[in-house]
């Protein structure tokens, strides 16, 4: 489903992304592990067209993204739910939904409304009210409705359980896995490995802009130096 190659970005000239391989697979959840400043959402951003690819293949589905507009890369159905959710905290609830359709699957907004309203009834409750009053949780919640308005053929999920409460993140993490068992590809960037472990089929830990391991949790869990090296476990 997502295949990138020889990744390499950053900001103006400075390059953090240093020659990046990774893959998600169709219907599989990956989890990319790393502390803060190893270049994950620099990753993320590039992923989806917001930061330029300086050299290297992002190949969506069979085309070559790399250098693509990020409009173009949610077109194609690689759809990115950025760190701190950044919902319109002056629109509704039903407005800022309604926004992750604009430039994709407009034409079955409606039906993917009230999808997304079986998927969060809290939202449902909460139709009128305005984002910036929600809660944390129930921000993130709206943000991730938000991108499954725009029918996503793989989600980007980027630190989602961050300043959320023990139960906010358990709650969210089993509806990750339930997205997942319906068939929905995950990218899922977080600093909260346990949970992430859980639920995730592969890993990959990302340091300094390289890719430091891949393999399963079951394999990263086993190697008692990568554990301490990268995860703090």
């Known amino acids: 489903m997502l295949d990138v190659k020889a990744l390499r970005g950053g900001y103006g000239r400075i390059e953090v992304l240093r020659g990046i391989d990774l893959a998600v697979r169709p219907s599989e959840v990956v989890a990319l592990l790393g502390s803060n400043g190893a270049g994950k959402t620099t990753l993320n951003n590039t992923l989806s067209g917001l930061l330029p690819v300086f050299s290297g293949t992002i190949r969506f589905a069979d085309r070559d993204l790399a250098g693509a507009r990020y409009t173009e890369i949610l077109a194609a159905g690689l759809v990115h739910v950025p760190e701190g959710r950044r919902v319109f905290p002056n629109l509704s609830v039903q407005e800022n939904l309604e926004l992750g359709s604009y430039r994709r699957a407009r034409t079955s907004r409606t039906a993917n409304l009230e999808r997304v309203f079986g998927i969060f009834p809290k939202l449902k409750e909460r139709t009128a009210q305005s984002a910036g009053t929600l809660s944390g949780g129930e921000q993130q919640m709206l943000a991730i409705g938000r991108g499954l308005m725009a029918e996503p053929r793989l989600l980007i999920l980027d630190e989602p359980s961050l300043g959320l409460s023990p139960v906010a993140v358990e709650e969210l993490f089993a509806l990750i896995g339930r997205l997942n068992k319906d068939g929905l590809p995950i990218l899922l960037v977080e600093q909260n490995v346990g949970q992430s472990l859980e639920i995730a089929h592969r890993a990959y830990v990302l ?27």
């Open 207 to 233: 340091e300094n802009g390289t890719i430091a391991f891949q393999g399963t949790p079951a394999e990263l869990l086993a190697n008692a130096e990568l554990k301490c090296a990268y995860l703090g476990l």
